[in-house]
């Protein structure tokens, strides 16, 4: 799906297509120079349990992200994959409708 993400609520956002991700429980996904092209500002690191019970650190950093409409400040995590993820943070409040018969996904 397109997301338009930039790094204040009021700045030109950027368009980036990403993966919903039900698996992760947070809002979004970034890799590393994605998130140096955005000029996102960086938060403090924090330490997570990832779902095999291994801890690791993850270096959040903030956007703002316009979300059906309304500009909602998130947080990213980064990562040197190659896919943009949105998690379920964000889909909190949405429906999510995945037709596995004719390949189609809805977000409402």
């Known amino acids: ?5 930039g790094n204040t609520s009021s700045e030109q956002a950027t368009t980036i297509t990403v993966w919903i991700d039900t698996a992760f429980d947070g ?11 955005l000029d996102l500002d960086h938060e403090v690191a924090t330490e997570a349990i990832l779902a095999d019970g291994s801890r690791v650190t993850l270096e ?12 909602v400040a998130a947080q990213v995590i980064a990562n040197e994959g190659k896919l943009p993820l949105l998690g379920t943070e964000l889909l909190a ?16």
């Open 93 to 108: 409040n949405r429906r999510l409708v995945v037709d596995y018969a004719n390949g189609g996904v809805s977000l409402n």
């Open 1 to 5: 799906m397109e997301l338009r993400v």
């Open 60 to 71: 959040p950093y903030v956007c703002y992200v316009d979300w059906f409409g309304e500009v």
């Open 27 to 37: 809002f979004l996904v970034l890799s590393t120079s994605l998130i140096e092209s």
